[in-house]
């Protein structure tokens, strides 16, 4: 049985920093894992995803202030945001079972079949 539980979110002031956590269970290791936000009114949309070779992509809206990253057993994923902006405000879900190849399908959520119950974040300007 699949499982993702997201921990982690918060309230920050702008320019801050919070850290995510997705523990999982049961996911098959080729499986690429994902990080995506949804806010009020607004589809969900990939933020940064990781595959089984640990190689990383991110969205260009968190390019250098957002980094992705597991845990050696790759159970546990996790999501540094640094430089909270106000346009960060969302609920963040973590997400699996997207298999390679997967290029530019990572951002497509409906591709996902894997989702956890999401963590807010709320970022005050």
């Known amino acids: 049985q699949v499982q993702l539980v997201e921990s982690g979110g918060g309230s920050v002031q702008a320019g801050g920093s919070l850290r995510l956590s997705c523990t999982t269970s049961?996911?098959?290791?080729?499986?690429?894992v994902a990080w995506f936000r949804q806010a009020p009114g607004k589809e969900r949309e990939g933020v940064a995803a990781?595959?089984?070779?640990?190689?990383?992509v991110y969205d260009d809206s968190v390019k250098g202030r957002f980094t992705i990253s597991q845990d050696n057993d790759k159970r546990t994923l996790y999501l540094q945001m640094n430089d909270l902006r106000a346009e960060d405000t969302a609920m963040y879900y973590c997400?699996?079972?997207?298999?390679?190849?997967?290029?530019?399908?990572?951002?497509?959520?409906?591709?996902?079949?894997?989702w956890g119950q999401g963590t807010q974040v709320t970022v005050s300007s």
């Open positions: 049961g996911i098959t290791p080729r499986y690429l």
């Open positions: 990781i595959d089984s070779y640990r190689d990383t």
């Open positions: 997400a699996s079972g997207l298999s390679p190849p997967w290029s530019t399908a990572w951002t497509d959520f409906r591709k996902y079949p894997y």
